[in-house]
């Protein structure tokens, strides 16, 4: 006989598509990229899937494996995964999620890619890195138009072709960035790996790398010392002889979140390179990647965030507590609708930004200008909320949220990484700071997006007014540096949920983060928020 029975418990959280979320969707259409809406709710259907969700469940709990030596004591340097792991990669691929808009000339291209981005990561975050890391390499590959002829093809290609052989030989290229150093970090211009000009135009490189990301990756981008200074190189496992390029895998990171994901300390004994761009050119030729996953970072915060608040809405609509359904319940009401305001705000500024590269990358001076400080600023804001969103939204459920079997642990070990990955808070922030001082016009661009806003919302219009002034404040400005970028964050996460949100978001967010009526915990918004209109936006469908 059963000693009990199993109630109020939630329902499991499948079925669904993912890409069913009006902000997304809107911003899809705004950017003249509504043609790929119909693959985004293909690609969605799949990701709000048992069957995905256990690729990404799986490829966690088992992490990849590094095999320095094969069973003879050969040197091999290979890292084994899950099998789910090649099917997130391959299903990412085949959508184009990596490299394909450099080779799509539809509009908007580069949003429609970030969309799919978006909808795909929430299944699992680890494999979007070796992803956005493919996307990225293209631009900076772009300033050798040699290798970008070989490469750029294959690196755009919708064939996923996991394997150790000469990137000449395979359907499709993965790329992989190896830049940072142990007694550098994000001070890159510190590294001391070297790179010797060879008699046939490449170069040998020796040295440590202290995080190269993906090491399973065809080709590299990596920084090094030639004798010209700092420069960028391509390096590819297997050389165009088929011989395995000398690049030696010395362990895999143990991290905090990202398991599914190999990240690996390496060291370079003479591996062969090919130089990127012009000798001690290194940091202005990988910028535009930085940039790239930059975006990513943004997109990615943006993703989890969404997922937090599905989960959370889902569980408080099924689950019953003190006589009512969590979902009915009016403190709960605060707490979802804070949790869904934070994340539309993020996605809005996400797409915007893939919209400005779309339009950057066609010549578009002043969004141009606007990409390159909005990003810097949004990266650093929206992956800095991430961690926060994450655990309130795992809170919602409770213990539930607290065991593995729900999903929120996962996500809220991997919350941190975007906010440290291409540069942690201080270095995006000071970033920011970099754009203006080395682009005033890219000052101009940031407050003619909020003036787009200007008249709509008293409280948005008020908090561009002091903004201004924190600009023409040049007093211990590095020491408050945060503090502007928030702002400018804010700001312009107002001013686009002003113009394109829905009403009622757009509300609770100028009432709260700009009006200041807000505590500082998720779920004090003000008493009159229309709690009705704002858990709609996050309902699963």
Same mark, same amino acid.
Not at 29 to 54: I, V
Not at 95 to 103: D, E, M, Q, R, S
Not at 170 to 184: D, H, N, P
């Given at each position: 006989?059963?000693?009990?029975?199993? /109630?109020?418990?939630?329902?499991?959280?499948?079925?669904?598509?993912?890409?069913?979320?009006?902000?997304?969707?809107?911003?899809?259409?705004?950017?003249?990229?509504?043609?790929?809406?119909?693959?985004? !709710?293909?690609?969605?259907?799949?990701?709000?899937?048992?069957?995905?969700?256990?690729?990404? =469940?799986?490829?966690?709990?088992?992490?990849?494996?590094?095999?320095?030596?094969?069973?003879?004591? !050969?040197?091999?340097?290979?890292?084994?995964?899950?099998?789910?792991?090649?099917?997130?990669?391959?299903?990412?691929?085949?959508?184009?999620?990596?490299?394909?808009?450099?080779?799509?000339?539809?509009?908007?291209?580069?949003?429609?890619?970030?969309?799919?981005?978006?909808?795909?990561?929430?299944?699992?975050?680890?494999?979007?890195?070796?992803?956005?890391?493919?996307?990225?390499?293209?631009?900076? #590959?772009?300033?050798?138009?040699?290798?970008?002829?070989?490469?750029?093809?294959?690196?755009?290609?919708?064939?996923?072709?996991?394997?150790?052989?000469?990137?000449?030989?395979?359907?499709?290229?993965?790329?992989?960035?190896?830049?940072?150093?142990?007694?550098?970090?994000?001070?890159?211009?510190?590294?001391?790996?070297?790179?010797?000009?060879?008699?046939?135009?490449?170069?040998?490189?020796?040295?440590?790398?202290?995080? /190269?990301?993906?090491?399973?990756? +065809?080709?590299?981008?990596?920084?090094?010392?030639?004798?010209?200074?700092?420069?960028?190189?391509?390096?590819?496992?297997?050389?165009?002889?088929?011989?395995?390029?000398?690049?030696?895998?010395?362990?895999?990171?143990?991290? $905090?979140?990202?398991?599914?994901?190999?990240?690996?300390?390496?060291?370079?004994?003479?591996?062969?390179?090919?130089?990127?761009?012009?000798?001690?050119?290194?940091?202005?030729?990988?910028?535009?990647?930085?940039?790239?996953?930059?975006?990513?970072?943004?997109?990615?915060?943006?993703?989890?965030?969404?997922?937090?608040?599905? =989960?959370?809405?889902? !569980?408080?609509? !099924?689950?019953?507590?003190?006589?009512?359904?969590?979902?009915?319940?009016?403190?709960?009401?605060?707490?979802?609708?804070?949790?869904?305001?934070?994340?539309?705000?993020?996605?809005?500024?996400?797409?915007?930004?893939?919209?400005?590269?779309?339009?950057?990358?066609?010549?578009?001076?002043?969004?141009?200008?606007?990409?390159?400080?909005? #990003?810097?600023?949004?990266?650093?804001?929206?992956?800095?909320?991430?961690?926060?969103?994450?655990?309130?939204?795992?809170?919602?459920?409770?213990?539930?949220?607290?065991?593995?079997?729900?999903?929120?642990?996962?996500?809220?070990?991997?919350?941190?990484?975007?906010?440290?990955?291409?540069?942690?808070?201080?270095?995006?922030?000071?970033?920011?700071?970099?754009?203006?001082?080395?682009?005033?016009?890219?000052?101009?661009?940031?407050?003619?997006? $909020?003036?787009?806003?200007?008249?709509?919302?008293?409280?948005?219009?008020?908090?561009?007014?002091? $903004?201004?002034?924190?600009?023409?404040? #040049?007093? +211990?400005?590095?020491?408050?540096?945060?503090?502007?970028?928030?702002?400018?964050?804010?700001?312009?996460?107002?001013?686009? #949920?002003?113009?394109?949100?829905?009403?009622?978001?757009?509300?609770?967010?100028?009432?709260?983060?700009?009006?200041?009526?807000?505590?500082?915990?998720?779920?004090? $918004?003000?008493?009159?928020?229309?709690?009705?209109?704002?858990? +709609?936006?996050?309902?699963?469908?």
């Amino acid at each position: 006989m059963p000693t009990h029975e199993v /109630t109020n418990q939630v329902p499991d959280p499948y079925g669904h598509d993912v890409a069913a979320d009006p902000a997304l969707l809107a911003a899809l259409h705004r950017a003249g990229a509504g043609w790929a809406e119909d693959e985004l !709710h293909e690609l969605g259907r799949l990701a709000g899937s048992e069957e995905a969700d256990t690729w990404g =469940r799986l490829a966690n709990e088992n992490p990849p494996v590094l095999r320095t030596h094969d069973r003879y004591g !050969h040197r091999v340097d290979e890292v084994e995964f899950h099998p789910y792991w090649h099917r997130l990669m391959d299903t990412a691929v085949r959508y184009g999620l990596h490299a394909a808009p450099w080779a799509d000339d539809r509009p908007g291209a580069h949003t429609a890619r970030a969309a799919k981005f978006y909808v795909w990561g929430q299944v699992e975050a680890g494999h979007t890195c070796p992803i956005s890391m493919t996307y990225a390499a293209v631009p900076a #590959l772009r300033a050798t138009p040699d290798l970008a002829e070989r490469y750029e093809p294959l690196l755009s290609a919708r064939e996923y072709d996991f394997g150790l052989r000469e990137p000449g030989t395979k359907r499709g290229l993965i790329a992989g960035m190896s830049m940072t150093e142990k007694q550098g970090g994000s001070d890159v211009r510190a590294n001391t790996t070297t790179a010797v000009p060879h008699t046939d135009g490449s170069y040998r490189l020796t040295g440590h790398k202290w995080f /190269t990301s993906a090491p399973m990756s +065809d080709v590299f981008l990596t920084l090094a010392q030639a004798p010209g200074g700092l420069s960028c190189f391509l390096l590819p496992r297997v050389l165009p002889d088929g011989s395995r390029n000398p690049i030696r895998l010395q362990r895999l990171k143990d991290k $905090l979140g990202n398991k599914s994901n190999a990240s690996a300390e390496i060291e370079y004994e003479g591996a062969t390179g090919w130089l990127v761009g012009e000798e001690g050119r290194g940091v202005p030729t990988i910028i535009e990647m930085v940039n790239m996953t930059r975006l990513d970072c943004t997109i990615g915060a943006a993703s989890g965030m969404r997922y937090g608040t599905v =989960r959370a809405l889902h !569980h408080a609509t !099924h689950r019953r507590a003190f006589g009512a359904a969590l979902v009915d319940q009016p403190l709960m009401r605060n707490v979802l609708a804070d949790l869904v305001v934070e994340s539309e705000a993020a996605t809005v500024v996400a797409m915007r930004l893939a919209a400005a590269t779309d339009a950057a990358l066609a010549g578009d001076e002043q969004e141009t200008l606007l990409r390159r400080l909005g #990003l810097a600023v949004s990266k650093y804001w929206v992956c800095k909320r991430g961690p926060a969103h994450a655990a309130e939204a795992l809170e919602c459920l409770g213990g539930n949220g607290y065991v593995e079997e729900s999903g929120m642990p996962r996500l809220y070990r991997e919350a941190p990484l975007v906010s440290i990955w291409e540069g942690s808070g201080n270095v995006a922030a000071l970033d920011a700071l970099r754009a203006m001082a080395r682009r005033p016009a890219s000052v101009d661009a940031f407050l003619a997006e $909020l003036d787009a806003a200007a008249g709509a919302d008293r409280r948005l219009d008020a908090a561009t007014a002091a $903004l201004r002034k924190q600009l023409g404040d #040049l007093t +211990d400005l590095e020491y408050r540096t945060r503090r502007l970028v928030e702002s400018m964050a804010l700001t312009l996460q107002g001013s686009l #949920l002003v113009r394109y949100g829905d009403p009622a978001v757009a509300d609770a967010f100028c009432a709260s983060r700009l009006g200041g009526d807000h505590g500082l915990a998720f779920g004090t $918004l003000p008493a009159g928020t229309d709690t009705a209109a704002i858990l +709609d936006r996050a309902v699963r469908r």
